[in-house]
Every structure is written in structure tokens, then in C-alpha cells.
Nanobody, 114 residues
Framework: VQLQASGGGLVQAGGSLRLSCAAS????GAWARRWYRQAPDKERE???????????TYADSVKGRFTISRDVAKKTMYLQMNSLEPEDTAVYYC?????????WGQGTLVTVSS
């Protein structure tokens, strides 16, 4: 199973982007879907999680601006990012934790200009 992240790009501060992460195969027993990001010269940090029952949690830095969601039938997860700030500039990674594996996407670059 491979995860393909897409939707990154260059946007001005205050703008929006929607990231997608599509799975190439079936992931049985997926109990958590997460987005992480890694800014230049910084550690990778957790951004948001959606678990199997639909509950969501967010890092304080993105709460109220970002929304995580998933479409199980399409095997795709999303991150809607609004009111983007230059501090949101990073490579964004999707991650799925399942019963038999821990899967990562290749990352998609988001650049927010001031």
C-alpha cells in the first residue's frame, strides 16, 4: 500500500489549500489518520488526527484554521487549510496507522508567502 499526497503549492498569507492523500490499496483496520508537517530546519510535528469513529484533534497552532477529514470509500484523507500563515510553510505528510502497518505518504510542499 502506498500513500500519495497532493495539493501543495504556493499561496499568499490568508489563502487556502486542500491537501489530499490517496491510498493505492486497501488498508484494513485503519484506526488513525494523521497529518504531520516539517518546516525547514525543524523537527517533524503533528498537525491533526482523525480516528476511526470520526473524532478529530488538532495541534494548537492550527486549531480553528485546519480541518481534517476522510472519505473511506475513496480511500482518501484530506486537510483543508484556511487562513494560512507564513509559519505554515512546510512539507506536509500523511500517515495512516492500521492494524498491520504504519503507512506514510511522500510529502507535499506548502509555501505561504507574506
Amino acid at each position: 500500500v502506498q500513500l500519495q499526497a497532493s495539493g501543495g503549492g504556493l499561496v499568499q498569507a490568508g489563502g487556502s489549500l486542500r491537501l489530499s492523500c490517496a491510498a493505492s490499496g486497501s488498508i484494513n483496520g485503519a484506526w488513525a489518520r494523521r497529518w504531520y508537517r516539517q518546516a525547514p530546519d525543524k523537527e517533524r510535528e503533528w498537525v491533526a488526527t482523525i480516528v476511526a469513529n470520526g473524532s478529530v484533534t488538532y495541534a494548537d497552532s492550527v486549531k480553528g484554521r485546519f480541518t481534517i477529514s476522510r472519505d473511506v470509500a475513496k480511500k482518501t484523507m484530506y486537510l483543508q487549510m484556511n487562513s494560512l500563515e507564513p509559519e505554515d510553510t512546510a512539507v506536509y505528510y500523511c500517515n495512516i496507522i492500521a492494524k498491520y502497518g504504519n503507512y506514510w505518504g511522500q510529502g507535499t510542499l506548502v509555501t505561504v508567502s507574506s
